[in-house]
């Protein structure tokens, strides 16, 4: 099992249902058609992230990267499909595997004060998930979430505050605490640095790096951000509308793009040594996850798409080594 992957995602899919309310079920008595209605969020995702690597995850909002984070994260199950912790299935027989296994993926969300409990202090935040689970003794508790809150740059002394006491960005590195003291192997970041300043943006993509190399980490890094995914990731994958379109390492993506979507998502990025190209956004909405198109779903907005595009899903080739992309267009003629 050393070869494995730390994290493995075979064929994941996730459909969210509405429930049909009480006026719904009224109306369907008198003859009104049903209105259940099932959200696509996710549609065969097959995603490998080796021990050690940083995978930058990116789409447009509502394309399904945080909904896949929580299924890593083992927030949320999958409706088909698994995910494999160091080639094991996520439902592990032994409880001893399956605590280990949830204790080494952690989840660090984007907006902090909401994922932060605010009638407790940080002594407790970072605090109470070790003791729980005997990481930690009681006795020893004190000086351990001072050493968490010290790895993450922040004074000891701020563990008698509560949230509301903090910035954004010292929320988050209390986030972070919290995440690291469980030990984990892998950390789930989930637009982790989206709601701050540009400067403390950079503050804590910098504490990500050094962590990594400290502790040994893995990280998942959902982002809609492409210059701070480059920075971080040694390989990056691109989704659209709940299927990963292309995945490749960072230089391979930015320097040559192959599929329409990332092409147009990286012409979207202003830059200063273009400063007089014209700025092209990527043409027209993404489509509703509850009628996602049939064939490739990027087609009704791809200048290439022609018409076995509309009726054929593509299926996901690997054009270069380790650089993969779902794109008709790669096919032999």
Known sequence: MSDAPMVEVIGVAKRFSRTVGLASRISQKFGAPSSLTTVHALDGIDLAIPKGQVLGLVGESGCGKSTLGRIVAGIMPPSEGEVRWQGRSAEISSRSDARKAKLGVQMIFQDP???????????????????????????????????????????????????????????????????????PEFLVCDESVAALDVSIQAQVINLFMQLRKELDLTYLFISHDLSVVEHLSDRVAIMYLGRIVEAAPVDEIFIRPNHPYTRSLLDAVPKIENRKAKFVTVKGEIPSPLNPPPGCHFHPRCPLAFARCRSERPATREIAPGHISACHLNESP
Do not use: C, W
């Open 113 to 183: 004060m909401s994922s932060l409990n605010p009638r407790m202090r940080v002594q407790e935040i970072v605090g109470e998930a070790p003791l729980v689970h005997g990481l930690v003794k009681r006795r020893d508790l004190d000086s351990y979430v001072s050493e968490q809150l010290v790895r993450t740059g922040l004074d000891p002394s701020y563990k008698y505050r509560y949230p509301h006491q903090f910035s954004g960005g010292q929320r988050q590195r209390i986030s972070i605490a919290r995440a690291l003291a469980v030990k």
